[in-house]
């Protein structure tokens, strides 16, 4: 299965099209929103939470951004809906609702948070939500456990691995030694098989990304774009850019 080329036709708006200087925060239904008007695809974090549902945000606890503080994972979907984000009235999505507000216009690219603990419940909900869903969408993982489950549940679904160059432990508390070093150089592709890569843009240009995009022809994907010296590596050593703080072709 070849990666489809709505995957790479369009700038990725990184957790949507937010502007915190014009109360609109990433992840939130304004952020997805502002991407649709802009025909941007949207990129966005899932998290699973205490009663199996998939919420839109990236950070484990609230707090960051939100009101309230607390794992997600602790709360269930009710509880979280009714969560706000800091300085604006929008509450937090669930995958569902997300799709609902998007209803297809522009492609989705969700990434999918782990706990690197072999839960499957993350993705075993998005496909029930995807099931019901026929607008354009992708999902990744910097976990290839969540990749190799997207493989044998969602095999018919476009996945990617979100990588970079190295893993050290104080960013990567909850993945073991082993673990960590499964996840690089892409070692596991051949397990894994990603129709996309998404790498940081920092470490490009890289072997492994190079040999994914040159010999085996994955699409590459490079987060996160901000400067301009960013934006000039991402479109030499890469397909397309996941974007924030700017609005390309402006």
């Avoid at 707090?63 to 979280?80: C, W």
């Avoid at 009714?82 to 690219?109: H, I, N, Q, W, Y």
């Amino acid at each position: 299965m070849r990666a489809p080329d709505w995957l790479t036709a369009r700038p990725v708006a990184h957790r949507g099209l937010h502007d915190r200087a014009r109360g609109i925060v990433e992840n939130m239904p304004a952020a997805a929103q502002a991407a649709v008007d802009g025909n941007f695809a949207i990129e966005c974090d899932i998290q699973l939470t205490a009663d199996g549902e998939a919420m839109v945000h990236h950070d484990d606890a609230l707090g960051r951004l939100t009101e309230g503080s607390g794992p997600l994972l602790g709360k269930t979907a009710a509880e979280l809906k009714a969560v706000s984000f800091k300085d604006t009235p929008e509450r937090m999505m669930s995958l569902g609702d997300l799709c609902a507000l998007v209803g297809g216009r522009v492609p989705l690219v969700i990434e999918l948070k782990s706990h690197f603990d072999g839960d499957r419940r993350l993705v075993r909900r998005m496909a029930e939500v995807l099931a019901a869903y026929s607008g354009p969408a992708a999902a990744m993982s910097f976990d290839p456990e969540q990749v190799l489950a997207l493989r044998e549940l969602m095999p018919r679904l476009p996945r990617g691995i979100t990588a970079e160059r190295t893993y050290e432990e104080a960013d990567w508390p909850d993945a073991s030694p082993e673990q960590r070093r499964g996840m690089l150089h892409l070692g596991h592709a051949f397990r894994t098989r990603p129709h996309f890569v998404a790498y940081w843009v920092e470490d490009l240009p890289a072997p492994a990304p190079w040999i994914a995009r040159h010999i085996f022809g994955l699409p590459l994907l490079t987060w996160t774009v901000r400067t301009t010296e960013q934006r000039e590596r991402a479109t030499r050593y890469a397909d397309q850019m996941i974007f924030e703080g700017f609005r390309p072709g402006t």
